[in-house]
């Protein structure tokens, strides 16, 4: 069974940093693309971030409300995909689902995790 | 960027009736469009990827159509658990963008 299981969200003060991790399983998760997608409270749904495969080179694109601020990341050997969060803004307060490609970045998000909530305060 | 725009924003319908959800996109994404279904306190679910292939394990009442940029979710026969928020994303190139949300609420 494909399971992604994040971890690591809780409350920050603005301007602080956070590391999300999603651990998959069941699944060759060096093979498949990984996205990160958040969803204020009450909102839709943000493409965050995603990272190819090594198959392709690994590459990463980011949203433009986090890039410069937001990096992500895999260990296939661990089966671990992070989102290392800096200079965190209310704004970025939102439940955050990592999600897997299946396959490539132009396929759908067909596994997501349950989710792991950052809130950002004062 | 893709801009998204779903219509209606909310639908109120009863148990047995044919819903339709519209999604436009700002330029053609060919058929790069995704549907989901979302429940309160739950993760997105696929439902229909390629604008018209259902995913495994979804219901026959689900179904998409269109390309270029105008695409429709269909689902045929209300049943109780459809009720939820339904979402399209285009996954035609990043970023990758959702529509804001169909509710679909029981009358």
């Known amino acids: 069974e494909v399971q992604l299981v994040e971890s690591g969200g809780g409350f920050v003060q603005p301007g602080r940093s956070l590391r999300l991790s999603c651990t998959g399983s069941?699944?060759?998760?060096?093979?498949?693309?990984l996205s990160w997608v958040r969803q204020a409270p009450g909102k839709g749904l943000e493409w965050v971030a995603f990272i190819r495969s090594k198959t392709y080179r690994g590459t990463i694109e980011y949203a433009a409300s986090v890039k410069g601020r937001f990096t992500i990341s895999r260990d296939d050997s661990k089966g671990v995909a992070y989102l290392l969060m800096n200079s965190l803004t209310t704004e970025d307060t939102a439940i955050y689902y990592c999600?897997?490609?299946?396959?490539?970045?132009?396929?759908?998000?067909?596994?997501w995790g349950q989710g792991t909530l950052v809130a950002v305060s004062s | 960027d893709i801009q998204m725009t779903q219509s209606p924003s909310s639908l109120s319908a009863s148990v047995g009736d044919r819903v339709t959800i519209l999604c436009r996109a700002s330029?053609?994404?060919?058929?790069?469009l995704n549907w989901y279904q979302q429940k309160p306190g739950k993760a997105p679910k696929l439902l229909i990827y390629g604008a018209s292939n259902l995913e495994s394990g979804v219901p026959s009442r689900f179904s998409g159509r269109g390309s270029g940029t105008e695409f429709t979710l269909a689902i045929s026969t209300l049943q109780p658990e459809d009720f939820a928020t339904y979402y399209c994303q285009q996954s035609y190139g990043a970023p990758y963008t959702f529509g804001q949300g169909t509710k679909l609420e029981i009358k």
């Open positions: 330029q053609s994404i060919s058929t790069y």
């Open positions: 999600s897997r490609h299946a396959l490539t970045v132009t396929d759908p998000f067909d596994f």
């Open positions: 069941g699944f060759a998760f060096g093979g498949y693309a």
